[in-house]
């Protein structure tokens, strides 16, 4: 199944590139949190829900741009948790950091994921407690990997307005950072190219799943600042609570 799901991925991809490269309008709006929306946030989401429907009828699908309500995801134990095009602002400033998240959760656990970066056209996958980046076509297993000093990551889009993060970076020690936009950070963590992403601000479920996924499956912990590991069981709240992705 997960080749049929990066299949998916890249299918949602070829949607967003038809926007990113002009051959369909923008369409940039504002939700109700003031965060973008775009055309191609909507035709990503159009290509997943039917592939996915297509693949596992009987699995629900929360999709960022089209949750349920409440009542009706509130029992859920297996379901598809997608953001179509994670990293908009990103999109919309044409820097390629932006990805497209899939993943399946299994009684609160993000036991498969896929990442793909549609401009970078690299995909990240994970399942059954094995991580891969495929580039050029070729697919290799990544894992963690230590660094002295360490890298840490953070989003490109938050971290000027988060002192929280900031202080906390303060007190770290001696490590180099580096802004990134989307789930990429998960993924760099995975592939041994950073170290940690600390995050304090708001993210939602759909924001970290599929990286989440990655990121375990290559030997990182997804946890947070109680120590606890990110569950994504419903509950009424999309949001996360904050978190740290560490190889440590």
Not at 171 to 188: N, R
Request: charged share 25%; proline share 6%; aromatic share 8%.
């Amino acid at each position: 199944m997960l080749e049929q799901v990066c299949q998916l991925a890249r299918d949602a991809g070829d949607a967003i590139m038809d926007v990113y490269d002009g051959k369909q309008p923008l369409d940039v709006a504002s939700k109700k949190d003031d965060s973008p929306v775009t055309a191609a946030d909507i035709a990503a989401h159009h290509v997943i829900v039917k592939g996915l429907k297509a693949m596992t009828p009987d699995v629900p699908i929360l999709s960022e741009e089209d949750p349920p309500g409440w009542d009706v995801r509130q029992h859920w134990q297996r379901y598809w948790l997608v953001d179509p095009l994670d990293g908009t602002k990103e999109f919309i400033k044409r820097n390629g950091e932006f990805t497209v998240n899939i993943a399946l959760i299994e009684n609160g656990k993000a036991v498969m994921g896929v990442v793909f970066a549609p401009v970078l056209k690299v995909m990240y996958s994970a399942a059954n407690g094995k991580a891969w980046k495929e580039e050029c076509g070729v697919r290799k297993p990544i894992q963690v990997r230590d660094a002295n000093p360490p890298k840490v990551v953070v989003s490109r889009s938050h971290y000027a307005n988060d002192d929280e993060l900031k202080e906390y970076l303060q007190q770290l020690g001696e490590h180099d950072t580096a802004a990134i936009g989307s789930s990429l950070k998960f993924c760099l963590v995975a592939e041994g190219e950073a170290q940690l992403y600390p995050r304090f601000g708001p993210t939602n479920i759909w924001d970290t799943a599929a990286g989440h996924a990655v990121a375990v499956a290559a030997g990182a912990h997804v946890n947070d600042w109680q120590g606890k590991t990110l569950d994504y069981t419903p509950r009424e709240s999309f949001l996360n609570p904050g978190f740290r992705v560490s190889i440590f």
